[in-house]
């Protein structure tokens, strides 16, 4: 369940239910339910990130997974109010390690970033950090009318699970399917074969070509 901020709640969903959701949570510890508390982390409510990860803990999230702001959709026309800054990535994690240390649990981070945009790496044991994407390899997204899209936040149609074949846009899939979407930039890298430079999909929303940089990593 997701809690996008606690005093920022209305300002990020447009309704003021964040104790709501707190609820929610409540009610699925009495049930013996491990839920998890999802937050994406933006400009706006990175200043309370410790009290919205505490407040989910505390009222019975069983772990978190943890989110930088991705542009896409709507989104998009709120980038720069929203996306984080290097520095406020590197907050984000640390912020979220320290609190799931003083809670002794643990959680995820949902998308990749790159490994080079990551101060200390090996720092962080209680939040886990993946680099890789497993869009089209690990998993895709059906969406209700059936259309096929390589992840969650791709708005591009590869298929349809009614039609033969059911990936139309091959190309496309097996860009992903085969990881074949290293940015120009990061060619030679050594940390290349364990990092996919951040997300693809944001890269391919920003300038029209997954092989682009993530600029959703700001300097």
């Known amino acids: 369940m997701s809690l996008p901020g606690y005093e920022t709640f209305q300002d990020h969903t447009g309704v ?12 699925a ?32 999230a069983h772990d978190i997974l943890l989110n930088r702001f991705l542009p896409g959709g709507r989104g998009l026309a709120y980038k720069d109010e929203l996306a984080l800054n290097t520095e ?48 089209a390899k690990g998993f895709f997204v059906v969406d209700p009318s059936g259309k096929i899209r390589t992840c969650n936040h791709s708005p591009r149609v590869v298929g349809h699970i009614f039609e033969k074949p059911m990936i139309s846009d091959a190309d496309f899939w097996n860009m992903f399917a085969t990881s074949d979407y290293t940015p120009e930039s990061c060619k030679g890298c050594k940390l290349s ?24 990593i700001i300097e």
């Not at 003021?16 to 009610?27: P, R, S």
């Not at 945009?117 to 209680?126: C, G, H, N, S």
């Open 16 to 27: 003021d239910n964040a104790e709501g959701v707190l609820h929610w949570f409540e009610v």
């Open 29 to 60: 510890k009495t049930y013996g339910i491990e839920a998890t508390l999802n937050v994406t982390v933006t400009k706006k409510n990175y200043h309370e990130l410790f009290e919205t990860i505490s407040q989910g803990l505390i009222h019975g």
């Open 88 to 135: 406020q990535v590197n907050g984000m994690l640390d912020i979220a390690e320290e609190v799931l240390a003083y809670a002794n649990r643990y959680g995820n981070v949902g998308t990749e970033i790159p490994i080079c945009a990551i101060k200390d790496v090996e720092k962080y044991k209680r939040i886990h950090i993946g680099y890789q994407c497993a869009a």
């Open 193 to 216: 074969r364990t990092c996919d430079c951040g997300c693809r999909e944001v890269a391919n929303m920003l300038h029209g070509n997954p092989k682009e940089k993530d600029t959703s």
